[in-house]
């Protein structure tokens, strides 16, 4: 299990690297006004349904009962159920589709309200949607297959997918020259990597014997699916509904104030996607399976495992986003039509993410105690009630904070849905920590100490002896400090786990093994 941990992390490390070379070249393009701010809400839209109705609720759902299914009942009824659930997603799918071209317009005013009475920043974000939305079907069949592949040990080719979307990105900026803008450029890109996505795990589950086809669904057979996706919707939702309100709220800011927040949590979730979502991919296929086959033990040992291997690669993200903000903005993008300005104004946006951050990584991991046993309805609930808070913060503190107050907002949701389900989850014996977990997180603890000291005390010497390589001066001291950090950390981090009798290798080895 920890193998396919680190095989999907190594994967979305790599998407993230791509993405990085994306955003340089968008940031660079595009910088961070009115194209870039019309872009980044055209990209969001169909990317809130994909979180709602893809991702989030359909992985919930469907790996459990498929786990079930094939655990139970074989290769050929796990097939069967996964057919009639491809063929009533792809219905839904393309009746949405048509929903959005026809109310496009409505849509683009009910996520950016703010540009209304801006007329050419508004229909350049309707165009640009137009052209983006039917990524929203292919991400969705993506995830479906994705589910699929996962539940039958194959992590490899979904990890990889994503870097489809940056390099078809990239491709489609370089020659921005064919298209009306830059801005349409990018819009392309994205849509041609939804089938390009597609494609791929579309053939990787033929290769294996997996690949769904269209079926006539009998409701007895997905009762319980839908019984299951239902709450895990209306979860997805709530969380869909804090980032509504981030850039409904945001589009009421002046030029700049979306891309401020786009940038920022592109770094942001540079851990999460790294670390936090590849941890709850292979955790819920794997705890499914085992809770399945009566291994409750099993399960809690692998949940500990994943979350403790979470916490100690995560923190020096964190320790970087709350103390280097600015530097990290810079080194990352300041080039081109992107201003020294927009760099400093990201940064506060990162910093107040970061306070959230350790709690983001792990909400999936948590969240598995409750999905892997079928429940996910104890998600929705609470999901629900962090997103009151969180919505109800960020109207209250985007107006004297700007950006950064609606980032605060979203850490402040995080970490009071991640204490409600360790809570709930403790209560009811759904999790249970051991001393691997808690020697790990104590080592994570103390190597986080001396990484701080080294981030403020060695700014300093960092950007002196950057000084040299003159334009590059941020991304060379940003490399110098991340290099030093690194060694203090790991250094650190190995002594501790020594002297607790442990070393990372051994969370490798003591893990349940997947199938």
Known sequence: MIRNLLSVGGFTLLSRITGFLRDVMLSGILGAGLAADAFFVAFKLPNHFRAIFGEGA???????????????QGKDSAKEFSSEVFTLLLASQIVLLLLAYAFMPQFVALLAPGFDDRPEKFELTVSLTRITFPYLLCMTLVTLHQG??????????????????NLSMMAALAVAFLFPSAAYA???GVTVSGVLQLALLMANARMIGVMEGLARPHWKR?????????????????????IFADTIIASMLPDGGVSSITYADRIYQLPNGVIGLAAGTVLLPEMSRRIAAGDEDGAHAAQNRVMALTIALA????????TIPELIMSGVFQRGAFTHADAAAAADVLAAYGGGLMALVLIASARASFQAHG?????????????????GLKIALYEPMGAPGLATATSVGLWINLAALIGLALHRGAMRFDETFLRVSIASLCASLPLLATALYGYGPAMA???????LRDIAALLLLGAAGALVYWSVLAVCLRAFGLRLSQLRRSAPSSR
Not at 148 to 165: D, I, K, M
Not at 378 to 387: D, I, S
């Open 58 to 72: 359909f992985n919930a759902a469907y790996v459990p009962c498929y786990s079930k299914a094939l655990e139970q």
């Open 148 to 165: 699929t592949l996962n539940a039958n040990g194959r992590f490899a080719a979904p990890a990889f997918a994503p870097n489809l979307l």
């Open 186 to 188: 990018a819009a392309w």
């Open 222 to 242: 997905v009762r319980e699916f839908f019984l299951m996706l239902g709450p895990a919707i209306i979860g997805s939702a709530s969380g869909q509904i804090a």
């Open 315 to 322: 923190a020096p993200f964190f320790i970087a986003f709350v």
């Open 375 to 391: 429940d996910t309805k104890t998600p929705m609930y609470v999901a629900l009630g962090a997103v009151v808070v969180n919505v």
């Open 465 to 471: 002896l950057a000084q040299h390589v003159g334009s």
